[in-house]
């Protein structure tokens, strides 16, 4: 896996070829309706067959997660993905630059897309991505069609980032389930939309603003939340014990996610002791679950920069905290 997220490839025949059992049975399950927990390089995902509206069902009610929220479609290509999605010139742009890899892309819907009306929440557009693991690269070539997977929490939780997560989450609802290891990113994909030539951000995640204004230059305003990202709920991404953010010092009976040296001791999980806001993101959402597990009164987090990767971690934090980003 490269810094970017991207696997290179290195040993990558090999994996695949003592897989391929798994791999073929959980293109299968997929062809049959059934659900499958999918690593991919920046959280475990709960996958099913878009085009398979019972399938798709199958999926909201497992996470308990709300019909008007729409999901990710994952596939093999770019050349899959054309056939889904009407990609203009900076969509394509972005496609070659980073899939396959943590970018989503929001497009207008091909009519011939075979993502079910469910899957997109009704919407006319669709979001589409091409994974960067090696596994659910394999089992999206497989299947051969489009593959929704939303994070393999239950909503409103952290999403997994660790096989052992994924299977305590959503594990007991799926027919078959590939442990990908831990996952390299550990924050979702960052989500924007490529609509009428306009690009914005909907939501920060793995692939920086920088990284994106590299390729397309400025970014278009964002919109306001619910517009932004249709399903994105005010408390999300949210252990148990209540998260305290821009915590200096714990109080007693917190827990404390550290970030950068000094903090050490009993309850206190240090993102990364360097300050390395990559460490910080892969470290993110299980320490919140391992933070939780101590019970604590509350989590207190310390300061993250804002810059870089920082923004996508500062999202999800303020949203586990409750605040609206
Ligand atoms: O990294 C990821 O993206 C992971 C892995 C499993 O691929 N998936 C993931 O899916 O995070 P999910 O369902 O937890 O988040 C999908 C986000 C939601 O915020 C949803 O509202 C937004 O994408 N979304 C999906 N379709 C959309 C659309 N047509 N327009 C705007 N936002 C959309
Ligand atoms: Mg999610």
């Known amino acids: 896996m490269g810094v970017d997220g991207r696997n290179r490839g290195e040993g990558e025949g090999e994996l695949l070829a003592d897989r391929q059992a798994e791999i073929d049975a959980a293109a299968r399950a997929l062809r049959a309706g059934e659900l499958v927990i999918l690593p991919t390089e920046t959280v475990y995902g709960l996958g099913a067959d878009a085009a398979n ?174 517009k932004r990202s249709p399903g994105r709920l005010a408390l999300h991404y949210a252990p148990d014990a209540p998260v305290r953010i821009n915590a200096r010092a714990p109080k007693p009976g917190e827990a404390f996610l550290a970030f950068g040296g000094g903090a050490s001791g009993e309850g206190v999980f240090n993102l990364s002791p360097t300050g390395d806001l990559a460490e910080a993101a892969a470290n993110l959402f299980a320490y919140l679950r391992a933070a939780d597990r101590t019970h604590p009164s509350a989590i207190a987090v310390a300061p993250i920069p804002e810059d870089g990767l920082g923004e996508a971690i500062n999202d999800r934090l303020r949203r586990a905290a409750g605040y609206i980003g």
Request: some cysteine; glycine content about 8%.
């Open 53 to 226: 509206p019972a399938a798709v069902t199958a999926i909201f009610e497992a996470k308990g997660r709300p019909r008007f929220n729409p999901l990710i479609a994952h596939v093999a290509d770019l050349a899959t993905a054309a056939c889904i999605a009407r990609l203009d010139d900076r969509a394509w742009a972005l496609a070659r630059e980073f899939w396959p890899g943590p970018l989503t892309i929001v497009a207008p819907i091909q009519d011939t897309a075979a993502v079910c009306d469910l899957a997109r929440a009704g919407l006319d557009t669709v979001a589409i991505r091409v994974p960067g693991h090696p596994l659910s690269r394999a089992v999206l070539e497989a299947f051969g069609g489009a593959v929704v997977a939303p994070s393999a929490n239950r909503s409103g939780r952290p999403s997994p980032t660790t096989f052992a997560d994924a299977m305590a989450e959503t594990g007991d609802k799926t027919a078959a389930a590939l442990d990908g290891g831990p996952c390299a990113v550990g924050l979702e994909s960052t989500v924007v939309s490529v609509i009428d030539g306009q690009v914005r951000l909907l939501r920060p995640g793995a692939v920086t603003r920088v990284q994106l204004q590299q390729i397309v230059g400025p970014l278009a305003e964002a919109e306001d939340d619910a």
